[in-house]
């Protein structure tokens, strides 16, 4: 796939940062670093007079009221609506709470939304900020490792449907990213390691070089040391904003930020949203990807099990659970990739480049028998 050459990595990290995703009038930056729940990191957001923070049960006790303080200066009036926590809520129940309440407090059309937590709060919001009214803004405040590496930026929004991850949603972007490294101090080290596979992505798709800086650094990562967690956040970022900002709506190169997601996707599915971790199945799932890619002829063998050994060594799962192979295939022809009910796999090749593509079956299988069990 054609793209623009992917800017190098910037050296310092030193400091708070910033990345700026570059989408014409849609345009936002992504603030990166600690201390950021604070009033001035929300200067220069649209004004309103009433803002609703969306959050849930877990991380609503954890930081509203330090967002509550930091919003007070730019809102009349802050709302807050605690959704129930998980994977298997990230559905139209939970998603009518925020209208719900919006409707409730005669929200208007003006009304900010906050999304305080991770990848799901951060869809769902989304999602209810493209829909309310036909459209309010909203900020993107991630609290998780995978929520300020991915989901947070981008503009993808989605609930799940029991037939399909993500199926029913909208591209809508955020007016701002802020990524307060201070909230991951109370992250659980299994959703830590559940972003790790996210982070671990971008180098097999688009860096070669962050592939080997993770592989050098992945201890320092394992321990929460700060200034690495900036440099793996800050350059995942750049990455992703270098792919979005070429294809928005995934017509195209986009599709490669999907590495390791068409089987992921089918384990979260086939096993019940919310039994495994998203970050957990794009992990094995990449280890099955990487493994096509090599069987494919795109990367040698050596390169798949590099691939597998990074993964391996964060302790992420790398082996699927054994929903068989017809029960794999079924769910990956609903993936959003899938074209007539064809299978489109992101397969790596060379290192740090990545395309779409269908495999034979037989093969799609053999990859299944070999990473399952
Ligand atoms: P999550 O939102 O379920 O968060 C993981 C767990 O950590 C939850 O229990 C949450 O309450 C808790 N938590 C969050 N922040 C915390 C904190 N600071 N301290 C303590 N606990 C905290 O899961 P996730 O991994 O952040 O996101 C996964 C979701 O993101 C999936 O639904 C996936 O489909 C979606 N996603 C979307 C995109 C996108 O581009 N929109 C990209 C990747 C993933
Ligand atoms: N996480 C996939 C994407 O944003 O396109």
């Known amino acids: 796939m054609a793209s623009t050459p992917l800017p190098p990595a910037s050296s310092s990290v030193s400091g708070n940062t910033q990345v700026h995703i570059d989408l014409g009038d849609r345009s936002y930056d992504i603030l990166i670093g600690g201390g950021l729940l604070q009033a001035a990191s929300f200067a220069g957001l649209p004004k309103s007079s009433k803002a609703l923070i969306v959050t ?9 009221a330090r ?3 930091a919003l007070a200066p730019h809102h009349k009036t802050v709302l807050d609506v605690e959704l129930p926590d998980g994977e298997q809520y990230k559905d139209w129940p939970a998603l009518n709470q925020i209208f719900t309440k919006l409707l409730e407090e005669a929200a208007d059309r003006k009304t900010v939304l906050y999304a305080l937590g991770g990848g799901v709060v951060g869809d769902m919001t989304g999602f209810a900020a493209a829909c309310y009214m036909r459209g309010v803004p909203f900020v993107q405040v991630p609290t998780t490792l995978l929520s300020q590496v991915d989901s947070s930026v981008g503009g993808k929004t989605a609930i799940n449907h029991p037939a399909g991850k993500n199926m029913i949603g909208a591209f809508y972007q955020p007016q701002r990213v802020i990524c307060d490294l201070d909230t991951l101090d109370t992250l659980p080290q299994k959703e830590l390691l559940a972003g790790l596979a996210e982070v671990i992505k971008y180098g097999p798709i688009a860096d070669a070089d962050f592939l080997s800086w993770l592989e050098a650094n992945m ?5 929460r040391d700060r200034a690495a967690l900036m440099h793996a956040i800050k350059r995942s970022c750049e990455i992703k904003a270098w792919v979005v900002g070429q294809d928005e709506k ?8 999907n590495f390791g997601h068409t089987f992921g996707h089918a384990i979260e599915s086939g096993m019940g949203y919310g039994e495994w971790l998203h970050g957990e199945a794009v992990g094995c799932g990449m280890v099955m990807a990487a493994d096509l890619s090599a069987r494919l002829g795109l990367i040698d063998e050596a390169t798949s099990l590099r691939i597998k050994a990074l993964i391996e060594r964060t302790g992420l799962p ?3 659970p054994d929903l068989g192979a017809d029960r794999y295939i079924e769910l990956m022809q609903v993936d959003k990739k899938a074209e007539g009910g064809e299978i489109k796999f ?3 090749g060379p290192l740090g480049q990545a395309s779409t593509r269908t495999a034979p079956d037989a093969m799609v299988r ?3 028998a070999a990473h399952t069990r």
């Open 56 to 64: 849930n049960t877990r991380v609503g006790p954890l930081y509203t």
């Open 67 to 69: 967002l509550r303080a």
């Open 219 to 223: 201890d320092k990562l394992l321990a």
């Open 250 to 257: 995934e017509s195209g190169l986009r599709a490669i930020l």
């Open 318 to 320: 790398v082996k699927g």
């Open 346 to 348: 992101v397969v790596v």
């Open 366 to 368: 053999d990859v299944i």
